[in-house]
């Protein structure tokens, strides 16, 4: 659903998206998407308009907008393992932690794909379409975008 806000997303804004037009488009449940769309509108990352013309769009550019973010904002914290949660409330959770010999590992785990998820943003997901070069003759090199 964010992938396909982020296409539409014109440079400073973008129209409104109905969660059905979603739906049909990534072939989803708008019930699932309806689910979905509550806790990234009360994290920030989507806005909704009401109206005829409403509906759900990015409440930033896609640049902005990391897929940690959107996990975390679906999901909560990232962890592997309950042990290895970011959320401090978890950090008593285990009553092995201090005896625990693969605590570091689901750590590093964690760490690991928190890096990745921060490092890729929703314009690297939804990449505007490059133009196509058609030659105008094939005696010459020139080509236009079409």
Request: charged share 25%.
């Amino acid at each position: 659903m964010l992938v396909q806000l982020a296409r539409r997303w014109d440079g400073d804004a973008t129209l409104p998206v109905s969660l059905a037009d979603v739906a049909s488009d990534e072939d989803l449940p708008r019930a699932y998407l309806e689910q979905l769309i509550i806790p990234l509108r009360d994290a920030g990352i989507v806005l909704s308009t009401r109206g005829a013309r409403g509906g759900y769009a990015l409440a930033r550019p896609p640049v902005e907008i990391t897929m940690a973010e959107a996990l975390r904002a679906l999901e909560g914290p990232l962890a592997p393992m309950i042990c290895a949660s970011e959320d401090p409330e978890h950090a008593d959770a285990c009553l092995r932690l201090g005896a625990c010999s693969v605590n570091g590992l689901w750590i590093q785990v964690r760490d690991a794909i928190g890096g990745v998820l921060d490092a890729v943003t929703l314009a690297d997901l939804a990449p505007r379409p490059r133009p196509r070069l058609v030659t105008l003759d094939a005696r010459t090199t020139d080509a236009v975008p079409v």
